[in-house]
């Protein structure tokens, strides 16, 4: 059977019959993992997908902000640099957010 196991240094989560040998992250030891109960378990596996688009959305609004930062080098027009500068801190907003809701998440163990 599949189970969880958390290690103790890194907090790295592996999914395995049992712990590995060594901490694919940080190198650990076998003895620094602590196997998550099934509340811990369905925590993390109920939120991957979520935890996956909130990444993505962060991902999605970085490459806003660079487009606008080209834009407003391009420095056609006034209006279009005030949209551009906009549209750059509102998506700042947005990937703030996501990354608020992930640290939410890894704080209640839905990482």
Same mark, same amino acid.
């Given at each position: 059977? !599949?189970?969880?196991? *958390?290690?103790?240094?890194? &907090?790295? !989560? @592996?999914?395995? /019959? ?6 694919? *992250?940080?190198?650990?030891? &076998? ?13 993390? @596996? ?9 990444? /993505?959305?962060?991902? #999605?609004a970085? &490459?806003?902000i &660079? #487009?606008?930062e080209e834009?407003?080098?391009?420095? #056609?027009?006034?209006?279009? !640099?005030?949209l551009?500068?906009k549209? *750059? ?11 608020? /809701? #992930? /640290? ?5 163990? *839905?990482?």
């Open positions: 059977m !599949v189970k969880l196991f *958390k290690c103790s240094v890194c &907090r790295f !989560v @592996y999914e395995g /019959e049992e712990s590995p040998d060594i901490c694919p *992250k940080c190198g650990a030891p &076998r003895e620094k993992f602590d196997e998550l109960t099934e509340e811990q378990a369905n925590k993390i @596996y109920s939120s991957d997908r979520t935890n996956d688009i909130h990444m /993505e959305i962060v991902q #999605l970085m &490459r806003i &660079r #487009l606008c834009g407003i080098e391009i420095d #056609l027009d006034p209006p279009c !640099v005030s551009f500068n549209a *750059k801190k509102e998506a700042w907003i947005i990937k703030q957010r996501s990354k608020a /809701e #992930l /640290e939410g998440h890894m704080t209640k163990g *839905k990482f």
